[in-house]
């Protein structure tokens, strides 16, 4: 059974840090491209970052580009979304998924989607 489980969110200040991690099961996140996603209340879902399986391939939306990093442990089977240079803009529910591709539309989930971890930038 397939099944991911996002954390590490939480409340920060702007500018500053977080990393949120992904935890895969019932499948190996190496096989597959995989992309965190996000939504805000009243907003719809935004495309962050897509990593193809890989690794040789990276998208960042224009918005968190510079200042976000995806990256994946094997071992762990593990993805993870480091977050610096956090703006009040970035507060939403973080999700990941698995998905069709890395690069324009193809950057859209294809199968299960986790619970979801909340970050709030506010002073």
């Known amino acids: 059974q397939v099944q991911l489980v996002e954390s590490g969110g939480g409340l920060v200040q702007p500018g500053g840090s977080l990393r949120l991690s992904c935890a895969a099961s019932g499948f190996r996140t190496e096989y597959y491209n995989m992309g965190w996603f996000r939504q805000a209340p009243g907003k719809e879902r935004e495309r962050v970052s897509c990593?193809?399986?890989?690794?040789?391939?990276?998208y960042y939306a224009r918005s968190v580009k510079g200042r976000f990093t995806i990256s994946r442990d094997k071992s762990k089977n593990t993805v993870y979304l480091q977050m610096n240079s956090l703006k009040p803009e970035d507060t939403a529910v973080y999700y990941c998924?698995?998905?069709?591709?890395?690069?324009?539309?193809?950057?859209?989930?294809?199968?299960?989607w986790g619970q979801g971890t909340q970050v709030t930038i506010s002073s």
């Open positions: 990593i193809s399986s890989g690794g040789d391939s990276i």
């Open positions: 998924a698995q998905t069709l591709g890395v690069y324009g539309s193809l950057c859209d989930p294809s199968g299960s």
